[in-house]
């Protein structure tokens, strides 16, 4: 079973930061936060990941809380391509790692 | 990002028959890869790990003779769906480990 929780959906208007919660209250501490997306009939795309730090890479920004219960995925300035479902997953950082996914945030960018 | 690919990227086949899907890392060598299937409007299923050399680990629930897995090289993993029904019509997305996982651009199968 998939270790988070994240909304359904949610809605942001293009150019404007999208904030996409997750909680994971059962993180372990050797298990990472990865962040998927997948556009409509495509595979998942990688995102970001962290341990406990914050992240930031050209795709978005990855806060972490500091007891790590849960995280925000930031997408600085949405864009209509942004449109996606959402993964939050938490895993551990190994070779044989299975990544398990949970339902998702739907995000829609508006114009 | 790593490059993943798949193929077919879409089949239909009449039921009865056994369909293959191929996964390849394009860039890189994975010794371990994964299957995953989704129904519509569904998250992704892990179906099994695939592992170079060795045989598959199936998750709980998925029938390992009906997905046959083969990892033969480094670049390969084969899912043949065999015997195939309507009921496994399916998207069927295959991973594979570098320093992420990356994911192939899936395959939507029907079933007849």
């Known amino acids: 079973d998939a270790k988070t929780t994240q909304p359904p959906s949610m809605d942001c208007a293009e150019g404007r930061a999208a904030n996409l919660p997750c909680n994971h209250s059962t993180i372990s501490g050797n298990e990472y936060v990865y962040w998927y997306r997948q556009i409509h009939s495509q595979g998942p795309q990688y995102i970001i990941h962290g341990l406990k730090n914050n992240e930031t890479n050209e795709m978005a920004s990855l806060i972490i809380t500091e007891d790590r219960k849960s995280s925000t995925l930031i997408l600085p300035h949405a864009t209509l391509r942004d449109t996606a479902v959402y993964y939050c997953i938490v895993a551990p950082y190994n070779q044989g790692g299975k990544l398990i996914f949970g339902q998702g945030t739907e995000l829609s960018v508006k114009p | 990002g790593a490059v993943v690919s798949q193929h077919p990227s879409w089949v239909i086949c009449k039921s009865g028959t056994s369909v293959k899907i191929e996964c390849r890392s394009l860039?890189?060598?994975?010794?371990?890869m994964f299957w995953y299937r989704q129904f519509p409007k569904q998250s992704l299923m892990l179906m099994a790990t695939?592992?170079?050399?060795?045989?598959?680990?199936?998750e709980q629930g998925v029938e390992k003779d009906k997905f046959l897995i083969n990892h033969a090289s480094l670049t390969l993993s084969t899912l043949t769906v065999t015997s195939a029904h309507p009921e496994d019509s399916s998207f069927y997305i295959c991973?594979?480990?570098?320093?992420?996982?990356?994911f192939g651009p899936g395959t939507r199968l029907t079933v007849l």
């Open positions: 695939s592992n170079e050399g060795s045989k598959a680990t199936y």
């Open positions: 860039d890189f060598q994975a010794t371990t």
């Open positions: 991973s594979a480990r570098r320093d992420e996982q990356f």
